[in-house]
């Protein structure tokens, strides 16, 4: 037995918080009859085609380590579809890294970037990843509200307020998990403008970019004089409903972008081989598919906000993504009150919002990436419970 130190366990990971999204799935999973608005993920599954060209893939015996930066033909395929659907040009020799989700993505910029004291500001509510990943990069994560009067959106005197001269970049989210808030071109020129000022970086997750509703979506890497200074996050896990494949991609200027790769050779080595192979089919031929996920959110989006705030619970109208982040503070319960009686007495798996941070605190993020028939029922059970505390 060791008795020699108290813990073996470094201290930054001792005092790292557990992710409070995983707290209400474990609690939802032991109960029956649940059912779950907290999954952040599609409940459409990877269309055929992907996957048998997966299935081609290991029937052919393409089973060994791709490049460190992913199979040439995946990077060129990312570079034409960011240039197609974004308008930014990326060279897929050196400015592109297919990762084991966006997830590796924003470590590996992370621990490229930062040096120890370094600061990142973090725009919050925001998902719940971030903040210990900054930290466990030695970094320091400063963290601004946007709030809710504001349609969760920053302002840029916001940034100013909290920028040092140790700021070394921003991270920011759209559209944004959890509130599904799409920030405007006007939005995004105005970080620009302020991150030019200070000389930052952005890191830009653009992961539910795909998922975008009311109006056409502007890639902060597109803004005038930005591509330069954008660290740019995506993959295929929302919007081409490939989440267990674990696939994402960052895209940068190849002074970053190899830096990274330097990283991540040594982090993960490569994504996975069959994964890649289907992701190129993704992006040649999902169109479609994509299309008519976006058409399926929507009208799930409009009934479920639509229901919220005729219920009482003030919800803005989320502009990409596939959450609903409604106000609960009508209630008089926190937000983790009014989740954890929710789904003790309605048996509905919603996550409380202050997990996403200080913003979030008197909300809840509810996913609508469920059929309609259990967002009905859902619906109806989350009104009846918030009527019974009314009485």
Not at 176 to 198: C, V
Not at 215 to 228: G, K, P, Q, V
Not at 234 to 256: D, H
Not at 352 to 357: A, M, R
Request: a negative charge; glycine letters at 6%; hydrophobic letters at 40%.
């Amino acid at each position: 037995m060791i008795t020699s130190r108290k813990s073996y366990v470094s201290k930054m990971v001792s005092e790292l918080k557990p992710s409070g999204i995983r707290k209400f799935f474990d609690l939802a999973a032991g109960m029956e009859g649940v059912i779950s608005l907290g999954v952040g993920e599609p409940d459409f599954v990877t269309p055929w085609h992907v996957r048998e060209e997966a299935i081609r893939s290991l029937e052919q015996g393409f089973t060994a380590y791709t490049p460190n930066a992913g199979l040439l033909e995946l990077r060129q395929e990312i570079a034409q579809y960011m240039y197609n659907e974004f308008d930014v040009t990326y060279d897929p020799e050196h400015e592109v890294i297919v990762t084991v989700g966006a997830s590796s993505a924003i470590d590996i910029a992370m621990r490229t970037i930062l040096d120890p004291g370094d600061e990142v500001i973090v725009v919050e509510p925001c998902f719940v990843s971030y903040v210990p990943t900054v930290e466990l990069a030695g970094g320091t994560a400063v963290t601004v509200q946007a709030l809710q009067e504001n349609d969760f959106k920053i302002l840029p005197e916001q940034l100013e307020a909290v920028t040092t001269e140790r700021t070394k970049a921003i991270m920011i989210c759209s559209p944004n998990n959890p509130t599904g808030t799409m920030l405007s071109k006007a939005d995004l020129e105005g970080i620009a403008t302020y991150a030019i000022k200070h000389d930052l970086l952005v890191i830009s997750d653009e992961i539910y970019a795909e998922l975008a509703y009311d109006e056409n979506y502007t890639s902060f890497a597109a803004i005038n004089d930005m591509r330069e200074r954008t660290i740019l996050i995506n993959g295929f896990s929302k919007g081409f409903a490939m989440t267990g494949w674990r696939l994402g991609f960052v895209c940068a200027p190849q002074e970053i972008s190899e830096a990274m790769l330097k990283v991540f050779q040594y982090q993960l080595m490569c994504a996975s081989t069959m994964a890649q192979y289907a992701a190129i089919e993704a992006l040649r031929n999902g169109r479609p598919e994509v299309d008519m996920m976006v058409k399926s959110y929507r009208r799930r989006r409009n009934f479920i906000v639509e229901s919220f705030n005729e219920m009482g619970l003030s919800c803005h109208n989320p502009g990409g993504a596939f959450y609903a982040f409604p106000s609960i503070k009508s209630t008089g319960l926190s937000s983790q009150e009014f989740a954890e009686q929710l789904l003790q007495q309605e048996k509905v798996a919603v996550v409380p919002g202050d997990v996403f941070g200080e913003s979030g605190e008197g909300h809840i993020r509810c996913s609508y990436a469920s059929s309609l028939e259990n967002l009905q029922e859902a619906v109806t059970r989350i009104k009846r419970f918030v009527e019974s505390l009314e009485k």
